[in-house]
């Protein structure tokens, strides 16, 4: 890369296309702004190396040597803390780079599950996986804040998630809601917030955004107790506020790729959208009573407010108004669901329409801003939703096969007019 | 900030992490060393927790005790007072959800059910991971089976606990008065 940069630098003063004074400056501030950040790659391996030993360690201490005296396992309890702990604060007195304090605050993070871990076989400790787990972060998170770690945020929320699941989803029998993961969770945001503030186009910040949104996901299903039928809706609105919170400029301005909120908000509505496409879920809902003093009903609501709040917030800063369907799915799908729990017909019915118009929708967005990738989404949108109506359909075969070759035309047609439509603007544009 | 106030977080934070398992080792070394030490007979299973390794689950055979409080729910936590039977094996004295002003040693347990017939609360004793190096705890669960059959009346297995002010550390698992580890190193000789 140096070296790269030197060639050039060369080779455009060969040719005179800059004087060897513009070389100089062009080299001195790129070696200054080198001198200023670690070389990332230095961090992301320090950070897997501390990693790798640490659980290492973790394993080594789980073998549960019967052998050592009880004062022998009590030291080696307590030897990788402390050494992590020196090397922790080694790097914050020296004010060592980020790198140092990534790789240091990692270990240290692993050391603590170590320790304790040690000390609770050593004494027989009772108490299952998610107790041990949240000791362990309550004991860890403080590090992402002293040793502004960003791999430590990483492992907070990643352990978090693990926690809520361990004691939440009860295989069998047995409701337990994890309230304490939102508890370990708010305890990182104000690192997050600061992230977006500084850097939100780090790599890093997008490793969060996406940690954030999936780990929600995955943990939201824990708070889901008797009424399993408002899970749908707990579900819905939570992409409902993933979505709107894709919307606000510090993510829209993003790539795609990094707004994991919209991405998956977006993603999630479909795929819940298509589950309830089949009449049979409907069927079962209507049996359901729906209970509305209940656990699943407040988280919902709470979700409610946090979406519309979103929604209203997403609308100021933009000048003129500018409609999004996918914005509304939240308070359609409310509507919807209100219709299915008294009616399956209509839940059916409703739900399938809904796929229609965000299907149409998407293929229309992706048209006039030509983006193939939101162009295609929709159509497959569409297609998925008429494959999965195959199933609970009596259609006749040659029906059906007409379906699928007007789809697989509607694709290629599609995207055809959009490609030549795009190349006519170019074409425009150049003359 | 400051690299000073940060290192001073910082120690404040070393501090905590050094003094939670410290204080976690101090209670459960005084448990060990001035703790009464009950008997409480057991009947097993070997599963494994991903970051502290092999251990053996206990079930106890006491597990149920009388109420008359009916408001005892699933999930409860309630408190039940320990005494010696004439063999040293601990039976419940007397359970209650709030905490008595007593010299008597206690546990606190979560209740499974309240059972209304029989006015009977089933419970599971705490103490129910004994962790094991990670090569013995098959043979363990294997030699445990042998002898822990039921309606085995020759054959004692029971768990040694220590309790003191409602803190619980398990000891060993004996069978027929000799550590489980005895049987294991005599298994593993022939």
Known sequence: MKSKLKNDLAELIDHNVISSEVANRINNYYETKRSNQSNPLFTIFGILGSALVGLGIILILAHNWDDFSRTIKTVF??????????????????????????????????????SIALVSQVYN?????SS?????IVLGLPLIYVLNSKAVAIFV??????????????????????????????????????????????????????????????????????????????YAMLFG?????????????????????????????????????????????????????????????????I???????????????????????????????????????????????????????AVKLG????????????????????????????????????????????????????????????????? | MKTIYVFLIFIAVVIIQLLVPAKMIYNKEDVLNSGTVYKFKTQPIDPNDPFRGKYVTLRYELSSAKSIDSTIQRNDKVIIYLEKDSLGYAKVKSLSKTKHNTSRDFIEVEVEYYDYHSTEVRFNLPFDRYYMEESKAKPAEDIYRKFNRRNDSINETYALVAIKNGDAVLKDVFINDKSIHYYIEKEAEK
């Open chain 1, 241 to 305: 506020v993933f979505y709107n919170l894709g919307q606000l400029e510090i993510f829209n301005s993003q790539q795609l790729r990094r707004n994991s909120y919209v991405v998956l908000g977006s993603f999630g509505s479909v795929v819940l959208l298509m589950i309830l496409s089949f009449n049979v879920i409907w069927e079962e809902i209507q049996y359901e009573i729906i209970v509305f003093n209940s656990q699943e009903m407040w988280v919902s609501i709470v979700l409610i407010f």
């Open chain 1, 77 to 114: 309890a307590f030897l990788p803390l402390i050494i992590g702990q020196l090397l922790s604060s080694y790097s914050i007195l020296k004010n060592k780079s980020q790198a140092w304090k990534e790789s240091s605050g990692t270990f240290l993070f692993f050391a603590i599950g170590a």
């Open chain 1, 307 to 361: 979406a519309l709040a979103l929604l209203v917030y997403s609308q100021i800063p933009k000048g003129k108004f500018k409609f999004n369907v996918f914005q509304y799915v939240f308070i359609i799908f409310l509507i919807v669901f209100a219709l299915g729990s008294e009616s399956a017909k209509l839940g059916t019915i409703s739900t399938n329409i809904m796929i229609l118009i965000f299907g149409v929708f």
């Open chain 1, 157 to 234: 929320i990643g352990f978090s998630t693990y926690y809520a699941c361990e004691y939440g989803y009860s295989f069998g029998y047995g409701n337990k809601s994890p309230w304490l993961y939102f508890v370990l969770l708010i305890g990182t945001i104000p690192f997050y917030f600061n992230e977006l503030k500084k850097s939100p186009k780090a790599n890093s910040t997008a490793i969060l955004n996406w940690l954030y949104a999936l780990s929600l996901i995955i943990v939201l299903g824990a708070f889901i107790q008797n009424n399993w039928a408002l899970g749908f809706v707990m």
């Open chain 1, 125 to 129: 400790i009772p108490g299952d996986l």
């Open chain 1, 132 to 136: 041990y787990l949240l000791t362990w």
């Open chain 1, 367 to 431: 048209a006039d801003t030509f983006r193939f990738s939101i162009l295609n989404y929709g159509l497959l949108i569409i297609a998925t939703a008429i494959v999965c109506r195959f199933f609970d359909t009596d259609m006749s075969f040659v029906l059906r096969g007409l379906l699928f070759v007007v789809v697989g035309l509607g694709f290629f047609l599609a995207n055809y007019i959009m490609l030549k439509k795009q190349k006519a603007i170019k074409h425009q544009t150049l003359n």
